[in-house]
């Protein structure tokens, strides 16, 4: 029998609890001891005492309640690093990413993949700017960090043991949830698209201000040192050509552009996030 944790953060989502749960009952697999485990963070609702008892009722429901400052992605990372399972999926409850997938990701575990990325490739109520933004975004990340997200635009994701046990060593991993193997991790990965349908049990949490902040944390968490450094000197270099000739608004833009990226870059790295998640209360099984 091999075990997969359904890894979901959960805040203020107490009317969608149930529907989510009932779904995921109903999934049947050969082998496989499906479990949810829920990641409580901060709701000022009902979820919490929803979750103390519905984990009394159900045995294959789990829940963690934590204090947690750094948002959704750190409490999924935090998940990760708690599970013991053979494999886990990373996922949202509101209906955003389809639960008929997951017997597709659990069929291509099963044939071999380490990693089973589901890929949204249509969003019906995306905003206008969300989908320029999705767009400049990815191109961004590309040129200037150097990984094509362009297949991980969604946290919905399966990783088997081998994959997560390898993803959670770097814990700035925790700031994006993207991954990035490299070729010697042997790390076979599939891809599962699939067409978003209309949120089912809510509304989008994320506004322009919260989508920015975010963009910028997974860029900077994801860039490496060598691009690091090759972005400050090739800043300095078109400064230092700026001042010799004698242009000297872009050679004062090129000497802050380095400023404004060595303070998020540096920041980033300062202190583990996980250290300063706090468990408030956990299930009692």
Do not use: C
Not at 67 to 81: E, H, P, R, S, T
């Amino acid at each position: 029998m091999k075990t997969i944790d359904i890894l979901v953060a959960v805040r203020n989502e107490s009317e969608n609890i149930r529907k989510f749960t009932d779904q995921i009952s109903k999934i049947r697999i050969d082998g496989i001891e499906i479990s949810i485990v829920f990641l409580e963070d901060g709701s000022n609702d009902d979820t919490l005492n929803f979750l103390r008892v519905l984990s009394k009722e159900l045995k294959f429901v789990k829940y963690y309640s934590l204090k947690n400052d750094f948002g959704q992605y750190f409490a999924l990372f935090f998940g990760i690093n708690m599970s013991k399972a053979d494999a886990i999926i990373t996922m949202d409850v509101d209906g955003g990413h389809p639960i008929y997938i997951i017997k597709e990701m659990i069929s291509e575990y099963l044939n071999g993949y380490n990693v089973v990325q589901g890929h949204r490739v249509q969003y019906k109520q995306k905003e206008k700017y969300r989908a320029i933004a999705s767009y400049l975004y990815n191109l961004f990340f590309l040129l200037f960090i150097g990984v094509n997200i362009v297949k991980q635009n969604s946290i919905f994701r399966l990783m088997d043991r081998i994959a997560y046990e390898k993803f959670k060593e770097n814990f700035l991993s925790g700031y994006s949830l993207k991954t990035n193997f490299n070729n010697s991790d042997n790390i076979k990965t599939s891809y599962l698209s699939y067409d978003t349908p209309e949120r089912e049990f809510g509304v989008s949490k994320y506004n322009f201000i919260r989508l920015a902040g975010l963009s910028v944390k997974v860029a900077f968490s994801q860039l490496s040192k060598i691009r690091f450094i090759l972005l400050i000197l090739f800043s300095l270099s078109i400064g230092w050509l700026s001042i010799n000739h004698n242009y000297y608004f872009i050679s004062v833009l090129s000497f802050l552009i380095p400023v404004l990226i060595i303070v998020p870059y540096l920041s980033l790295r300062k202190i583990n996030p996980l250290s300063r998640i706090k468990i408030l209360e956990i299930d009692e099984k």
